[in-house]
Protein backbone atom coordinates (compact mmCIF):
# COMPACT_ATOMS: atom_id res chain seq x y z
CA UNK A 1 0.00 0.00 0.00
CA UNK A 2 1.60 3.67 -0.60
CA UNK A 3 0.97 5.43 2.02
CA UNK A 4 -0.20 9.30 1.39
CA UNK A 5 1.62 12.03 2.92
CA UNK A 6 -0.78 14.51 4.94
CA UNK A 7 -0.76 17.83 4.24
CA UNK A 8 -0.59 18.80 7.94
CA UNK A 9 2.81 16.45 8.05
CA UNK A 10 4.23 18.52 5.36
CA UNK A 11 3.69 21.88 7.01
CA UNK A 12 5.95 19.65 10.40
CA UNK A 13 8.67 18.70 8.39
CA UNK A 14 11.48 21.31 8.22
CA UNK A 15 11.94 23.32 4.90
CA UNK A 16 14.33 25.46 3.18
CA UNK A 17 13.33 28.74 0.85
CA UNK A 18 15.58 30.11 -1.78
CA UNK A 19 13.49 32.06 -3.60
CA UNK A 20 10.44 34.30 -2.11
CA UNK A 21 9.81 38.33 -2.59
CA UNK A 22 8.74 40.26 0.20
CA UNK A 23 6.62 42.37 -2.08
CA UNK A 24 4.82 38.75 -3.17
CA UNK A 25 4.09 37.60 0.33
CA UNK A 26 2.11 39.88 2.40
CA UNK A 27 -1.18 38.51 4.14
CA UNK A 28 -4.06 40.21 2.11
CA UNK A 29 -5.44 41.75 5.40
CA UNK A 30 -2.11 43.72 6.09
CA UNK A 31 -2.66 45.05 2.35
CA UNK A 32 -5.65 46.67 3.45
CA UNK A 33 -5.09 48.22 6.51
CA UNK A 34 -1.70 49.35 5.38
CA UNK A 35 -3.55 51.26 1.85
CA UNK A 36 -6.41 52.39 4.06
CA UNK A 37 -3.45 54.51 6.14
CA UNK A 38 -1.61 55.27 2.71
CA UNK A 39 -4.08 56.13 0.94
CA UNK A 40 -3.79 54.07 -1.50
CA UNK A 41 -6.81 52.41 -3.78
CA UNK A 42 -7.29 48.93 -4.07
CA UNK A 43 -9.09 47.01 -6.10
CA UNK A 44 -11.18 45.71 -2.86
CA UNK A 45 -10.68 46.50 0.95
CA UNK A 46 -12.44 42.67 1.66
CA UNK A 47 -9.33 40.91 2.54
CA UNK A 48 -10.67 37.66 1.23
CA UNK A 49 -11.48 38.71 -2.36
CA UNK A 50 -8.17 40.92 -2.64
CA UNK A 51 -6.31 37.80 -2.07
CA UNK A 52 -8.26 35.90 -5.01
CA UNK A 53 -7.67 39.51 -6.87
CA UNK A 54 -4.27 38.81 -6.67
CA UNK A 55 -4.50 35.20 -7.53
CA UNK A 56 -6.84 35.73 -10.39
CA UNK A 57 -4.84 39.10 -11.83
CA UNK A 58 -1.48 37.51 -11.58
CA UNK A 59 -3.29 34.12 -13.64
CA UNK A 60 -2.03 36.49 -17.06
CA UNK A 61 0.22 33.89 -19.04
CA UNK A 62 2.34 36.87 -19.38
CA UNK A 63 5.20 37.77 -16.69
CA UNK A 64 4.93 41.43 -17.49
CA UNK A 65 1.50 41.75 -16.54
CA UNK A 66 1.72 39.60 -13.67
CA UNK A 67 4.75 41.91 -12.59
CA UNK A 68 1.74 44.54 -12.75
CA UNK A 69 -0.03 43.39 -9.45
CA UNK A 70 2.85 44.35 -7.58
CA UNK A 71 1.90 48.13 -7.59
CA UNK A 72 -0.32 47.38 -4.60
CA UNK A 73 2.10 45.88 -2.97
CA UNK A 74 4.90 47.71 -2.99
CA UNK A 75 2.70 51.10 -3.13
CA UNK A 76 1.78 49.90 1.11
CA UNK A 77 5.24 49.50 1.78
CA UNK A 78 7.01 53.26 1.49
CA UNK A 79 7.33 53.79 5.37
CA UNK A 80 10.33 52.27 7.61
CA UNK A 81 7.18 50.87 9.75
CA UNK A 82 5.10 49.42 6.94
CA UNK A 83 8.17 47.64 5.81
CA UNK A 84 8.61 46.43 9.28
CA UNK A 85 5.54 45.08 9.86
CA UNK A 86 5.82 43.10 6.32
CA UNK A 87 9.15 41.67 6.78
CA UNK A 88 8.15 40.84 10.54
CA UNK A 89 4.87 38.76 8.91
CA UNK A 90 6.61 37.06 6.36
CA UNK A 91 8.84 36.09 9.21
CA UNK A 92 6.30 34.72 11.45
CA UNK A 93 4.10 33.02 8.20
CA UNK A 94 7.40 31.11 7.03
CA UNK A 95 7.77 30.08 9.88
CA UNK A 96 4.40 28.77 11.26
CA UNK A 97 4.47 26.70 7.53
CA UNK A 98 7.66 24.90 9.21
CA UNK A 99 9.98 27.01 7.06
CA UNK A 100 13.45 26.68 8.87
CA UNK A 101 15.67 28.65 6.46
CA UNK A 102 14.47 30.99 3.95
CA UNK A 103 16.78 33.88 1.92
CA UNK A 104 13.87 36.38 1.49
CA UNK A 105 14.64 39.40 -1.64
CA UNK A 106 13.27 42.78 -1.94
CA UNK A 107 14.14 45.78 -3.95
CA UNK A 108 15.40 48.19 -1.77
CA UNK A 109 14.99 51.19 -5.41
CA UNK A 110 11.33 50.71 -5.46
CA UNK A 111 10.44 51.20 -1.69
CA UNK A 112 11.83 55.39 -1.54
CA UNK A 113 8.54 57.30 -3.14
CA UNK A 114 7.71 58.63 0.37
CA UNK A 115 11.02 60.05 1.68
CA UNK A 116 12.82 56.84 2.36
CA UNK A 117 16.68 56.28 1.44
CA UNK A 118 18.03 52.94 0.64
CA UNK A 119 19.90 52.27 4.26
CA UNK A 120 16.53 53.22 6.18
CA UNK A 121 14.48 50.50 3.86
CA UNK A 122 17.02 47.52 3.96
CA UNK A 123 17.32 48.26 8.07
CA UNK A 124 13.80 48.57 8.06
CA UNK A 125 13.34 45.29 6.47
CA UNK A 126 15.94 43.43 8.62
CA UNK A 127 14.70 44.53 11.81
CA UNK A 128 11.13 43.11 10.67
CA UNK A 129 13.04 39.49 10.25
CA UNK A 130 15.07 39.99 13.48
CA UNK A 131 11.71 40.78 15.38
CA UNK A 132 9.60 38.05 13.29
CA UNK A 133 12.24 35.09 14.14
CA UNK A 134 12.15 36.17 17.22
CA UNK A 135 8.47 35.78 17.83
CA UNK A 136 9.16 32.54 16.10
CA UNK A 137 11.31 30.91 18.23
CA UNK A 138 9.56 31.87 21.29
CA UNK A 139 6.18 30.42 19.71
CA UNK A 140 8.48 27.12 19.09
CA UNK A 141 8.92 27.39 15.26
CA UNK A 142 12.36 28.63 14.97
CA UNK A 143 13.46 30.10 11.55
CA UNK A 144 16.34 32.08 10.30
CA UNK A 145 16.19 34.80 7.81
CA UNK A 146 18.51 36.23 5.72
CA UNK A 147 17.55 39.12 2.84
CA UNK A 148 18.54 39.20 -0.70
CA UNK A 149 18.82 42.75 -1.87
CA UNK A 150 17.23 42.68 -5.49
CA UNK A 151 18.22 45.40 -8.39
CA UNK A 152 15.17 45.69 -11.35
CA UNK A 153 16.78 44.73 -14.60
CA UNK A 154 14.97 47.44 -16.19
CA UNK A 155 16.56 50.15 -14.37
CA UNK A 156 19.92 51.49 -13.89
CA UNK A 157 20.73 51.13 -9.94
CA UNK A 158 22.19 47.85 -9.82
CA UNK A 159 25.69 49.26 -8.83
CA UNK A 160 24.60 51.14 -6.10
CA UNK A 161 22.48 47.92 -4.52
CA UNK A 162 25.26 45.83 -4.87
CA UNK A 163 27.50 47.90 -2.93
CA UNK A 164 24.54 48.31 -0.39
CA UNK A 165 24.14 44.74 -0.27
CA UNK A 166 28.09 44.41 0.68
CA UNK A 167 27.48 47.15 3.07
CA UNK A 168 24.73 44.99 5.00
CA UNK A 169 26.69 41.56 4.57
CA UNK A 170 27.37 41.03 7.98
CA UNK A 171 24.18 42.42 9.49
CA UNK A 172 21.11 40.11 7.78
CA UNK A 173 22.25 40.50 3.87
CA UNK A 174 22.99 37.24 2.15
CA UNK A 175 23.05 38.06 -1.13
CA UNK A 176 21.97 40.26 -4.73
CA UNK A 177 19.58 39.18 -7.09
CA UNK A 178 17.92 41.07 -10.63
CA UNK A 179 14.47 40.87 -11.10
CA UNK A 180 11.84 42.22 -13.12
CA UNK A 181 10.84 41.91 -17.17
CA UNK A 182 12.83 39.57 -18.97
CA UNK A 183 12.82 40.06 -22.11
CA UNK A 184 14.79 43.16 -23.56
CA UNK A 185 16.56 43.04 -20.28
CA UNK A 186 19.48 40.76 -20.56
CA UNK A 187 21.49 40.71 -17.69
CA UNK A 188 24.80 41.55 -19.35
CA UNK A 189 23.36 45.47 -18.83
CA UNK A 190 23.99 44.45 -15.26
CA UNK A 191 27.98 42.96 -15.47
CA UNK A 192 29.80 45.84 -13.77
CA UNK A 193 27.90 44.85 -10.43
CA UNK A 194 28.26 41.34 -10.99
CA UNK A 195 31.54 41.65 -10.98
CA UNK A 196 32.01 44.00 -8.21
CA UNK A 197 30.55 41.45 -6.20
CA UNK A 198 32.90 38.82 -7.40
CA UNK A 199 35.93 40.83 -6.49
CA UNK A 200 33.77 41.52 -3.21
CA UNK A 201 33.35 37.05 -2.44
CA UNK A 202 29.72 37.61 -2.22
CA UNK A 203 26.79 35.59 -3.60
CA UNK A 204 24.16 36.17 -6.17
CA UNK A 205 21.57 34.72 -8.23
CA UNK A 206 19.68 35.88 -11.11
CA UNK A 207 16.29 35.63 -12.52
CA UNK A 208 16.68 33.95 -15.91
CA UNK A 209 15.04 31.22 -18.14
CA UNK A 210 11.69 32.08 -16.79
CA UNK A 211 10.09 34.50 -19.57
CA UNK A 212 12.91 34.26 -21.93
CA UNK A 213 15.12 31.26 -23.08
CA UNK A 214 18.54 29.75 -22.83
CA UNK A 215 20.39 32.89 -24.09
CA UNK A 216 19.36 34.72 -20.62
CA UNK A 217 20.83 31.20 -18.40
CA UNK A 218 23.78 31.71 -20.77
CA UNK A 219 24.95 35.12 -20.15
CA UNK A 220 23.62 34.39 -16.43
CA UNK A 221 25.97 31.89 -16.08
CA UNK A 222 29.50 32.39 -18.06
CA UNK A 223 28.95 36.39 -18.51
CA UNK A 224 28.20 37.43 -15.43
CA UNK A 225 28.78 33.95 -13.00
CA UNK A 226 25.77 33.51 -11.08
CA UNK A 227 25.56 31.43 -8.13
CA UNK A 228 21.97 30.05 -8.72
CA UNK A 229 19.15 31.02 -11.15
CA UNK A 230 16.14 32.06 -10.17
CA UNK A 231 14.22 29.99 -12.16
CA UNK A 232 16.03 28.88 -14.74
CA UNK A 233 13.29 26.14 -16.08
CA UNK A 234 13.90 26.85 -19.40
CA UNK A 235 17.29 25.04 -19.23
CA UNK A 236 15.20 22.14 -20.86
CA UNK A 237 15.20 24.07 -24.02
CA UNK A 238 18.49 22.52 -24.26
CA UNK A 239 17.33 18.88 -23.54
CA UNK A 240 16.65 16.42 -26.16
CA UNK A 241 13.31 14.39 -24.97
CA UNK A 242 13.08 10.72 -25.23
CA UNK A 243 13.87 7.58 -23.37
CA UNK A 244 17.56 8.69 -22.72
CA UNK A 245 17.41 12.45 -22.84
CA UNK A 246 20.34 14.70 -24.34
CA UNK A 247 22.02 17.07 -22.94
CA UNK A 248 23.01 20.10 -25.04
CA UNK A 249 26.38 21.98 -23.63
CA UNK A 250 24.73 24.46 -21.76
CA UNK A 251 22.39 22.15 -20.02
CA UNK A 252 25.50 19.54 -19.21
CA UNK A 253 27.05 22.63 -17.88
CA UNK A 254 24.53 23.67 -15.19
CA UNK A 255 24.09 20.14 -14.62
CA UNK A 256 28.13 18.96 -13.91
CA UNK A 257 28.77 22.42 -11.78
CA UNK A 258 25.35 21.65 -9.62
CA UNK A 259 24.02 25.65 -10.14
CA UNK A 260 21.01 25.48 -8.39
CA UNK A 261 17.95 26.02 -9.91
CA UNK A 262 15.07 28.04 -7.43
CA UNK A 263 12.22 26.27 -9.51
CA UNK A 264 8.70 27.80 -8.52
CA UNK A 265 5.83 25.47 -10.13
CA UNK A 266 2.72 27.74 -9.11
CA UNK A 267 4.33 31.08 -10.46
CA UNK A 268 6.12 29.31 -13.87
CA UNK A 269 1.98 27.87 -14.31
CA UNK A 270 0.91 31.58 -13.97
CA UNK A 271 2.98 33.52 -15.88
CA UNK A 272 3.27 31.05 -18.88
CA UNK A 273 6.70 29.06 -18.27
CA UNK A 274 4.71 25.77 -18.32
CA UNK A 275 1.41 25.17 -19.03
CA UNK A 276 0.56 22.97 -15.91
CA UNK A 277 2.04 21.84 -12.92
CA UNK A 278 1.94 18.34 -14.28
CA UNK A 279 3.95 18.99 -17.30
CA UNK A 280 6.59 21.42 -15.15
CA UNK A 281 9.92 20.25 -16.36
CA UNK A 282 10.91 19.78 -12.59
CA UNK A 283 9.70 16.49 -13.12
CA UNK A 284 12.28 15.55 -15.93
CA UNK A 285 15.32 17.69 -14.11
CA UNK A 286 14.52 15.77 -11.01
CA UNK A 287 14.80 12.62 -12.96
CA UNK A 288 18.45 13.75 -14.40
CA UNK A 289 19.63 15.26 -11.16
CA UNK A 290 19.50 18.55 -11.57
CA UNK A 291 20.42 20.16 -8.39
CA UNK A 292 16.52 21.35 -7.87
CA UNK A 293 15.32 23.47 -5.68
CA UNK A 294 11.22 24.16 -4.81
CA UNK A 295 10.21 27.02 -4.33
CA UNK A 296 7.20 29.83 -3.49
CA UNK A 297 8.04 33.04 -5.45
CA UNK A 298 5.14 35.34 -4.33
CA UNK A 299 3.03 33.59 -2.07
CA UNK A 300 0.40 36.24 -2.31
CA UNK A 301 -0.01 36.59 -5.95
CA UNK A 302 -0.14 32.24 -5.97
CA UNK A 303 -2.30 32.07 -3.09
CA UNK A 304 0.83 29.68 -2.21
CA UNK A 305 3.22 28.34 0.58
CA UNK A 306 6.27 26.31 0.81
CA UNK A 307 3.93 23.27 2.44
CA UNK A 308 1.30 24.17 -0.63
CA UNK A 309 4.27 23.79 -3.83
CA UNK A 310 5.41 20.50 -2.07
CA UNK A 311 2.17 19.10 -1.76
CA UNK A 312 1.39 19.53 -5.35
CA UNK A 313 4.06 18.01 -6.18
CA UNK A 314 3.25 14.87 -4.23
CA UNK A 315 -0.17 14.92 -5.21
CA UNK A 316 1.00 15.34 -9.55
CA UNK A 317 4.29 13.27 -9.68
CA UNK A 318 3.77 10.94 -6.33
CA UNK A 319 6.40 12.23 -4.46
CA UNK A 320 7.42 10.82 -1.13
CA UNK A 321 9.39 12.15 1.75
CA UNK A 322 12.54 11.10 -0.06
CA UNK A 323 12.21 13.05 -2.53
CA UNK A 324 11.32 15.89 -0.37
CA UNK A 325 14.21 15.61 1.52
CA UNK A 326 16.32 15.50 -1.38
CA UNK A 327 14.67 18.62 -2.44
CA UNK A 328 15.07 20.57 0.95
CA UNK A 329 18.98 19.70 1.13
CA UNK A 330 19.33 20.64 -2.05
CA UNK A 331 17.94 24.00 -1.05
CA UNK A 332 20.36 24.22 1.82
CA UNK A 333 23.23 23.27 0.24
CA UNK A 334 22.68 26.01 -2.38
CA UNK A 335 22.16 28.45 0.32
CA UNK A 336 24.00 31.27 0.38
CA UNK A 337 25.21 31.33 4.67
CA UNK A 338 28.58 29.96 5.31
CA UNK A 339 28.68 26.06 4.70
CA UNK A 340 29.06 25.14 7.85
CA UNK A 341 26.14 26.81 8.97
CA UNK A 342 24.27 25.25 6.21
CA UNK A 343 25.82 22.08 7.60
CA UNK A 344 24.52 22.52 10.73
CA UNK A 345 20.76 22.52 9.45
CA UNK A 346 21.05 19.67 7.53
CA UNK A 347 22.60 17.84 10.33
CA UNK A 348 20.65 18.93 13.37
CA UNK A 349 17.74 20.16 12.04
CA UNK A 350 16.30 18.62 8.50
CA UNK A 351 17.59 14.78 8.43
CA UNK A 352 16.76 13.82 12.05
CA UNK A 353 13.26 15.19 11.14
CA UNK A 354 12.92 13.49 7.58
CA UNK A 355 14.73 10.57 9.24
CA UNK A 356 11.69 9.82 11.67
CA UNK A 357 9.10 9.80 9.25
CA UNK A 358 11.84 7.49 6.71
CA UNK A 359 12.36 5.16 9.03
CA UNK A 360 9.67 5.22 11.96
CA UNK A 361 6.06 4.06 12.28
CA UNK A 362 3.64 4.68 9.50
CA UNK A 363 6.62 5.38 7.81
CA UNK A 364 6.13 5.14 3.47
O1 LIG B 1 9.13 35.76 -10.88
C1 LIG B 1 9.52 36.93 -11.01
N1 LIG B 1 10.26 37.27 -12.09
C2 LIG B 1 10.77 38.51 -12.26
N2 LIG B 1 10.55 39.49 -11.40
C3 LIG B 1 9.79 39.22 -10.32
C4 LIG B 1 9.25 37.96 -10.08
N3 LIG B 1 8.54 38.01 -8.94
C5 LIG B 1 8.66 39.26 -8.47
N4 LIG B 1 9.39 40.00 -9.31
C6 LIG B 1 9.74 41.40 -9.17
C7 LIG B 1 8.58 42.26 -8.72
C8 LIG B 1 9.01 42.77 -7.38
O2 LIG B 1 8.55 44.10 -7.15
C9 LIG B 1 10.51 42.72 -7.43
C10 LIG B 1 11.24 42.72 -6.12
O3 LIG B 1 10.79 41.76 -5.24
O4 LIG B 1 10.74 41.54 -8.17
ZN1 LIG C 1 11.07 35.69 -8.43
Known sequence: ????????????????????????????????????????????????????????????????????????????????SS????????????????????????APELHLERGLNLDEVVAAVIAGFDEGSALAAA???????????????????????????????DTGVVGFDIAGAEAGF??????????YLQRENFHFTIHAGEAFGLPSIWQAIQWCGADRLGHGVRIVDDITPGPEPVLGRLAAYVRDKRIPLELCPSSNVQTGATPSIAEHPIGLLRDLRFRVTVNTDNRLMSGTSMSREMALLVDTFGYGWRELQWL??????????????????????????????????GRP
Open 186 to 195: PPTRHLDAFE
Open 328 to 361: TINAMKSAFIPFDQRLQIIDEVIKPAYGRLLTGP
Open 83 to 106: LRRVARECALDLAGDGVVYAEVRF
Open 139 to 169: AGTPIRVGALLTAMRHAARSQEIAELAVRYR
Open 1 to 80: MVATIRYEDIVQVPKALLHDHLDGGLRPATVVELAAEAEHELPTTDPEALGRWFVDAANSGSLERYLETFAHTVGVMQTA
